[in-house]
């Protein structure tokens, strides 16, 4: 679970954030951290059950940047 912190706690592992990470980058920064404590390669599978967020950050060269609440799906 994420938490409103944008760290995943899970088990041993401490809090590790993944605020702006793909869920590539975030399956590789669990099986990094995991491997602290296992002896063999540990393999994570990440699924999103759901989206609790109803906000968009728009973020580089635009006109108007900024966080953003989504009205419709």
Known sequence: MVGRTEKI???????IDVWGATLSQTKALIENEFSNYVREKPQVTIVVRGIESK???VLGRVQAPGV????TR
Request: avoid cysteine; hydrophobic fraction near 50%.
């Open 9 to 15: 706690y899970f088990n041993l592992l401490p809090g």
């Open 55 to 57: 906000r968009i950050w």
């Open 68 to 71: 953003y609440a989504m009205t």
